[in-house]
């Protein structure tokens, strides 16, 4: 331990704390308005002045830093300390946020709008009053749902008011323990193609330097009133958006179960598939209704093993067609198939596979030349590609499969790979369809310029409905995809940490020690991500070649088409690697056999993939 400068506080045991971090904590607490959090500092104060060994670990985490706002604006803990999701971080932010929005409207002198929404967690409707308090007294025009809704009614407000920007309280399909805040931008702030998105770069960095600027939450003005909330009006016109989509004739003849993960989306998913003539609906009851405490799954996500489980029983109970599953937000969705050979008798579609039935129907319901929703090409100056957005485009993550661009090139359409994250994909001038294999989808881009489980459900259900009329299921539709294009089949490989810094030493020896081969074929190509991606016309892809910007990860290509793209995950400390083989098809072949082929192959990528890492 570093020698450090006595203090009142030795007389009390505070001779293992780092000097620092006392000062934080007081200061921290005389200005937390709170009277929860402020409790909850100062017993970690006490119980820390006793040399209480646990909590001098959780008071100088608490205080080692700020939670920072970035492209995904806030997500944390809730609990006391700059560190954590709390109203004191929530109370800058939204301060950082109206000063950043004045200061961009002041040579127009106009007033901000900003629409607020909020999910079920812990502390989200607080920190939406909040949020609405500071933008009012500030001058801005705050627009808040009247209750709690999932993310994408208020991602389609900000472009369906007109607002300037949207901020959506919520943590996604994060543990109970953790909330967050999202950041949309729009109006008059940023135009064309990502107008209504999710902030990127340089937006992320000038909010965060407006919430630096703020000295102390006592000096942010709050008003107690003047905020307008918005009526059950805007609910109707998000669900009226998404009821264009074409509704094919036999859905009413589907049985279909959904859950909600005991999140906001139970009833706008019931109301939009009811719309979309489902007739046949069931429900988990026991997920249906909104409990922050998610009292039936360790991990609201319905990626994580046994989530879904409750659904699968339901499905098998009442010899269901399809199980619809959204996150505790909505703006993810899972699909379920029955499957005999799959264990309990249902199989989890991967985002891919979705991904994959999403972006042919899109494609079939285009011309070559038809116009997507995109607005003007890139005038939003954020970033996008440059590129006419009368062209369609599919679009997806880099670590997406490659069957997206195989999917656009058999009609002629653009594609286009993006940086990992919606508040890329969304921004795609000319974007028709668009997803990321966590499960993430934007099928009405015009309506919503985000993911969204609830548009995505439905289409799901059109989708299944046309394969029934056709004699066929979901899963016929992807073996005819692999006949035409090839099977391409995907799988991640996670690696979890407790130290962050063996992250960083795994990618510098995939840097400086990249494999030779991997799943016993040779290494033909290494890309590192932090330089950038060329995407070249030699690819094969419609659209010409483009640039995908830098991100921490390494991209490597094998003789036998394997691919695989490894980097840091953005929210939690791991290491993941994003791992896509494509199997071609013979004339006489089942599917199922180079099915069985493709796993092989993808253990055998698996194996040298997590020996390459060596963590």
Same mark, same amino acid.
């Given at each position: 331990?570093?020698?450090? #400068?006595?203090?009142?506080?030795?007389?009390?045991?505070?001779?293992?704390?780092?000097?620092?971090?006392?000062?934080?904590?007081?200061?921290?607490?005389?200005?937390?308005?709170?009277?929860?959090?402020?409790?909850?500092?100062?017993?970690?104060?006490?119980?820390?002045?006793?040399?209480?060994?646990?909590?001098?670990?959780?008071?100088?985490?608490?205080?080692?830093?700020?939670?920072?706002?970035?492209? =995904?604006?806030?997500?944390?803990?809730?609990?006391?300390?700059?560190?954590?999701?709390?109203?004191?971080?929530?109370?800058?932010?939204?301060?950082?946020?109206?000063?950043?929005?004045?200061?961009?409207?002041?040579? #127009?002198?106009?007033?901000?709008?900003?629409?607020?929404?909020?999910?079920?967690?812990?502390?989200?409707?607080?920190?939406?009053?909040?949020?609405?308090?500071?933008?009012?007294?500030?001058?801005?025009?705050?627009?808040?749902?009247?209750?709690?809704?999932?993310?994408?009614?208020?991602?389609?407000?900000?472009?369906?008011?007109?607002?300037?920007?949207?901020?959506?309280?919520?943590?996604?399909?994060?543990?109970?323990?953790?909330?967050?805040?999202?950041?949309?931008? *729009?109006?008059?702030?940023?135009?064309?193609?990502?107008?209504?998105?999710?902030?990127?770069?340089?937006? &992320?960095?000038?909010?965060?330097?407006?919430?630096?600027?703020?000295?102390?939450?006592?000096?942010?003005?709050?008003?107690?009133?003047?905020?307008?909330?918005?009526?059950?009006?805007?609910?109707?016109?998000?669900?009226?958006?998404?009821?264009?989509?074409?509704?094919?004739?036999?859905?009413?003849?589907?049985?279909?179960?959904?859950?909600?993960?005991?999140?906001?989306?139970?009833?706008?998913? #019931?109301?939009?598939?009811?719309?979309?003539?489902?007739?046949?609906?069931?429900?988990?009851?026991?997920?249906?209704?909104?409990?922050?405490?998610?009292? #039936?799954?360790?991990?609201?996500?319905?990626?994580?093993?046994?989530?879904?489980?409750?659904?699968?029983?339901?499905?098998?109970?009442?010899?269901?067609?399809?199980?619809?599953?959204?996150?505790?937000? =909505?703006?993810?969705?899972?699909?379920?198939?029955?499957?005999?050979?799959?264990?309990?008798?249902?199989?989890?579609?991967?985002?891919?596979?979705?991904?994959?039935?999403?972006?042919?129907?899109?494609?079939?319901?285009?011309?070559?030349?038809?116009?997507?929703?995109?607005?003007?090409?890139?005038?939003?100056?954020?970033?996008?590609?440059?590129?006419?957005?009368?062209?369609?485009?599919?679009?997806?993550?880099?670590?997406?499969?490659?069957?997206?661009?195989?999917?656009?090139?058999?009609?002629?359409?653009?594609?286009?790979?993006?940086?990992?994250?919606?508040?890329?994909?969304?921004?795609?001038?000319?974007?028709?369809?668009?997803?990321?294999?966590?499960?993430?989808?934007?099928?009405?881009?015009?309506?919503?310029?985000?993911?969204?489980?609830?548009?995505?459900?439905? =289409?799901?259900?059109?989708?299944?409905?046309?394969?029934?009329?056709?004699?066929?299921?979901?899963?016929?539709?992807?073996?005819?995809?692999?006949?035409?294009?090839?099977?391409?089949?995907?799988?991640?490989?996670?690696?979890?940490?407790?130290?962050?810094?063996?992250?960083?030493?795994?990618?510098?020896?995939?840097?400086?020690?990249?494999?030779?081969?991997? *799943?016993?074929?040779?290494?033909?190509?290494?890309?590192?991500?932090?330089?950038?991606?060329?995407?070249? &016309?030699?690819?094969?892809?419609?659209?010409?070649?483009?640039?995908?910007?830098?991100?921490?990860?390494?991209?490597?290509?094998?003789?036998?088409?394997?691919?695989?793209?490894?980097?840091?995950?953005?929210?939690?400390?791991?290491?993941k690697a994003y791992l896509d083989v494509l199997v071609p098809i013979a004339d006489?072949?089942?599917?199922?056999?180079?099915?069985?082929?493709?796993?092989?192959?993808? =253990?055998?990528?698996?194996?040298?993939?997590?020996?390459?890492?060596?963590?």
């Open positions: 331990m570093s020698a450090r #400068t006595p203090c009142p506080g030795d007389a009390l045991g505070l001779d293992r704390l780092a000097d620092w971090v006392l000062p934080r904590a007081l200061a921290w607490l005389a200005d937390d308005p709170d009277e929860a959090t402020a409790a909850e500092a100062t017993a970690l104060v006490h119980a820390a002045e006793q040399g209480d060994a646990d909590a001098i670990r959780e008071l100088t985490d608490r205080f080692s830093g700020t939670l920072q706002f970035g492209t =995904a604006g806030l997500r944390g803990a809730i609990g006391a300390g700059s560190n954590r999701m709390n109203r004191a971080v929530v109370l800058r932010a939204a301060a950082g946020l109206v000063a950043f929005l004045r200061a961009e409207l002041a040579a #127009t002198g106009g007033r901000p709008r900003v629409v607020i929404g909020y999910d079920a967690r812990h502390y989200s409707r607080v920190f939406a009053l909040d949020t609405a308090a500071v933008v009012t007294a500030a001058g801005g025009e705050a627009l808040l749902m009247p209750q709690e809704w999932p993310t994408p009614i208020l991602a389609f407000a900000v472009r369906h008011l007109g607002a300037d920007a949207g901020v959506m309280v919520t943590a996604s399909h994060n543990p109970a323990a953790d909330n967050g805040c999202k950041v949309y931008l *729009g109006g008059r702030i940023v135009t064309g193609s990502g107008s209504g998105a999710q902030i990127v770069p340089p937006y &992320d960095a000038a909010i965060a330097e407006r919430i630096a600027a703020v000295k102390q939450v006592a000096d942010i003005p709050r008003a107690e009133s003047g905020w307008r909330v918005l009526d059950d009006t805007i609910h109707a016109d998000y669900l009226a958006a998404i009821a264009r989509q074409p509704v094919e004739r036999g859905v009413g003849a589907l049985r279909v179960v959904t859950t909600a993960m005991h999140g906001v989306g139970g009833a706008t998913l #019931t109301s939009a598939l009811v719309r979309a003539g489902v007739t046949d609906l069931h429900t988990v009851a026991a997920q249906a209704e909104p409990d922050a405490a998610f009292p #039936t799954v360790a991990f609201p996500n319905p990626e994580e093993p046994g989530a879904m489980d409750l659904a699968f029983a339901l499905a098998r109970e009442v010899d269901a067609d399809l199980v619809l599953a959204v996150d505790p937000d =909505a703006d993810r969705c899972a699909v379920a198939v029955p499957d005999g050979a799959a264990d309990g008798g249902w199989r989890r579609l991967s985002g891919d596979e979705v991904g994959s039935l999403l972006g042919e129907a899109a494609a079939q319901a285009l011309a070559p030349g038809e116009a997507g929703d995109g607005g003007d090409a890139d005038a939003s100056g954020d970033g996008g590609d440059a590129e006419p957005a009368d062209v369609p485009v599919l679009a997806c993550s880099i670590v997406s499969s490659r069957h997206l661009a195989a999917i656009a090139r058999a009609h002629g359409l653009r594609h286009r790979a993006t940086l990992t994250g919606f508040k890329w994909i969304s921004r795609v001038p000319g974007l028709v369809l668009g997803y990321e294999e966590a499960l993430g989808y934007c099928v009405a881009p015009d309506v919503v310029r985000d993911k969204d489980g609830i548009s995505a459900s439905v =289409a799901i259900v059109n989708l299944l409905a046309r394969a029934r009329a056709d004699g066929g299921s979901l899963t016929d539709v992807l073996d005819a995809l692999a006949r035409r294009d090839g099977l391409y089949l995907s799988a991640p490989v996670t690696v979890r940490v407790d130290d962050v810094s063996l992250i960083g030493d795994a990618m510098a020896r995939l840097r400086s020690q990249p494999p030779s081969s991997l *799943g016993g074929s040779p290494v033909t190509r290494v890309i590192d991500l932090a330089d950038g991606l060329d995407v070249p &016309d030699a690819d094969g892809v419609n659209g010409g070649a483009y640039r995908v910007p830098p991100t921490d990860g390494m991209w490597f290509e094998t003789l036998d088409a394997t691919r695989v793209v490894v980097r840091p995950s953005g929210t939690e400390p791991k290491l006489d072949e089942p599917v199922d056999g180079a099915r069985w082929r493709a796993r092989e192959r993808l =253990a055998a990528v698996a194996a040298d993939v997590e020996a390459a890492i060596a963590i």
